[in-house]
């Protein structure tokens, strides 16, 4: 099993930053590929981000790029998500998403199926 928890959600304005924080614990996380996902009010749980386990790999959605970059450290156990230009839009609950696989190619890590283990998620609301 592998534990997640996820830190760093707020209210903040349009064209702020936020930085997002996801602690696991319970395996070896170097054993895991990690994303973020992120689901608004009424509408389906998307993908935003991936990194392999090695962090030589990330993928972000057309939605976030340029704007929102992945990062993780091993040491710590804690896979981040760096958003700025945030976006009325971004407003979601933002969940951070264990895979155990050692794929590179993280462009095959988009859908939720692919990932074992969830956490609660932690709320972004960007206002106008």
């Known amino acids: 099993q592998v534990q997640l928890v996820e830190s760093g959600g707020g209210l903040v304005q349009a064209g702020g930053s936020l930085r997002l924080a996801c602690v696991a614990s319970?395996?070896?996380?170097?054993?895991?590929?990690m994303g973020w996902f992120r689901q608004a009010p009424g509408k389906e749980r998307e993908f935003v981000a991936a990194?392999?386990?090695?962090?030589?790999?990330?993928y972000c959605a057309d939605s976030v790029k340029g704007r929102f970059t992945i990062s993780r450290d091993n040491g710590k156990n804690t896979v981040a998500l760096q958003m700025n230009s945030l976006k009325p839009e971004d407003t979601a609950v933002y969940y951070c998403a264990a895979a155990r696989t050692i794929t590179q190619q993280m462009s095959t890590m988009s859908t939720r199926s692919k990932y074992d283990y969830w956490g609660q998620g932690t709320q972004v609301t960007v206002s106008s």
């Open positions: 990194i392999s386990w090695s962090s030589r790999s990330t």
């Open positions: 319970g395996q070896t996380f170097s054993n895991y590929a």
